[in-house]
Structure formats: C-alpha cells, structure tokens
C-alpha cells in the first residue's frame, strides 16, 4: 500500500513539474530533502525562488489534495527552505510558496491540476 501511494505521489510530481516548466519556470530540484523533511519541487520564476507542495488524489474521499497542507506542514515546509536559502546562500532571494493540487483518474491518468501561488506565508 505504502509503494503504491509514494508511485501516485511521484506521478503527480511529475505532472507539477511538466505543468511549471510549460510556465516557464527553471526546475531547480526535485524531493529536496532537509533533516526529517522534503520539499517536492523547487523552481525559479524569473528572480524569484518557489517551494512547491503537491499533494496528489485518486478521488476526494479524504478531502481536496491542498487541504492536506496543514499548518504543521507548512512550518515544515518552511524551515526547509529557509535551510535550502542559507546553503545556497539566497537569503535575499524572493521567495514564495505554492501547493499544486492534483485529480487523478483512477488509471492514473491527469484530470485536472490547480496551481495555488502563494498558498501560504513563511510559519515559524
């Protein structure tokens, strides 16, 4: 069970990432990993660096796939990119975070994909 959902995990994260690059964005890392965390896609925008969560479903029988990204996740998510800004030495960087939410049919196919700029803020 645990493989099947970390294959539909992947699927969606390559899905995010064609759907970035079609919007001119630069993949800069894919699963970047930090201490007991990773960040799914890390792009650039022009000047400006985006943390991507994808959260990918089958159905919405456990509710919409961006509703996964608790507060929690968040703090998560931010403190690993603040570690991946100071190893990269892009402090100055503007930055935001993005939850791309992906509807998959049940032969793993892309039904639909919402992009959510700046779904939240940095949460300490």
Known sequence: MQRSLQNIARIGESFAAEHLKAQGYKILTQNYRYKRGEIDLIAQQEKRIVFVEVKTRRGIKYGLPQ???????????????LAYLQSKDLLDTPCRFDV??????PQLELVKLVQIESAFDYVR
Request: proline share 0%.
């Open 67 to 81: 509703h996964a990204v608790t507060t929690q996740k968040q703090r998560q998510i931010s403190k690993i990119a």
């Open 100 to 105: 791309i939410a992906i509807y998959l049919s």
